[in-house]
Nanobody, 124 residues
Framework: VQLQASGGGLVQAGDSLRLSCEAS????????IAWWRQAPGKDRDFVAA????????RYADSVKHRFTISRDNAKNTVYLQMNSLKPEDTAVYYC??????????????????WGQGTQVTVSS
């Protein structure tokens, strides 16, 4: 599977933004998908994940109640709705996948497939 992230941009603190991750390839609906982010000079961190079968979700504490991950299997796309954005959310955001039919836990720790990033910049 290949992943294509889009939707980044420059916004002000308190604004909202929606990122999209389009998957291409075979059986894309069977892959757990996650969003990660990397701020300048920092490690890449887990943000949110969604399972392939139950659409269960998991979030980093820093984004809980502000970000929502969802998937539309008919469109082979996973979304990250980001509300109440803060300057500390500024980063390059990457979508990532686990293996087919793997547990969501895998993609929250060691994703197997990475897409390219999309820049999100939040000004104060």
């Amino acid at each position: 599977v290949q992943l294509q992230a889009s939707g980044g941009g420059l916004v002000q603190a308190g604004d909202s933004l929606r990122l999209s991750c389009e998957a291409s390839g075979r059986a894309t609906s069977t892959y757990p998908i996650a969003w990660w982010r990397q701020a300048p000079g920092k490690d890449r961190d887990f943000v949110a994940a969604i399972s392939w079968i139950t659409s269960g979700t998991r979030y980093a504490d820093s984004v809980k109640h502000r970000f929502t991950i969802s998937r539309d299997n008919a469109k082979n796309t996973v979304y990250l709705q980001m509300n109440s954005l803060k300057p500390e959310d500024t980063a390059v955001y990457y979508c990532a996948a686990g293996g087919p039919q793997e547990s969501m836990v895998i993609v929250t720790r060691t994703p197997r497939i990475w897409g390219q990033g999309t820049q999100v910049t939040v000004s104060s």
